[in-house]
Nanobody, 115 residues
Framework: QVQLVESGGGLVQAGGSLRLSCAAS????????LGWFRQAPGKEREFVAS??????NTYYADSAKGRFTISRDVNTVYLHMNSLKPEDTAVYSC??????????WGQGTQVTVSS
């Protein structure tokens, strides 16, 4: 199994920056990709960004392109968020795709952007 622990959420003013962290532990050897999703109140969960575990290829939602950067350092994945907007307010959750046993999710971290 894979365990994911997120940190780094909080309250920030519009235009500000935050860095989210997701520390993976357990059977990380079979992880295919790690990514971030978010869910705002009353909305469905949506993809934000992901990184391929071995090749390091990155993928972004249109809403994140140019403002967010996903990166990896050993077993921790970061989401650097710049130029934050009130519409970025959501619970951000880390997701790991395991080649053998499927998806794992972290507990989520709240990001609130004030206008």
């Amino acid at each position: 199994q894979v365990q994911l622990v997120e940190s780094g959420g909080g309250l920030v003013q519009a235009g500000g920056s935050l860095r989210l962290s997701c520390a993976a532990s357990g059977r990380t050897i079979s992880i295919y990709a790690l990514g971030w999703f978010r869910q705002a109140p009353g909305k469905e969960r949506e993809f934000v960004a992901s990184i391929n575990w071995s090749e390091g290829n990155t993928y972004y939602a249109d809403s994140a392109k140019g403002r967010f950067t996903i990166s990896r350092d050993v077993n921790t994945v970061y989401l650097h968020m710049n130029s934050l907007k009130p519409e970025d307010t959501a619970v951000y959750s880390c997701n790991a795709v395991d080649r053998i046993s499927g998806d794992y999710w972290g507990q989520g971290t709240q990001v609130t952007v004030s206008s």
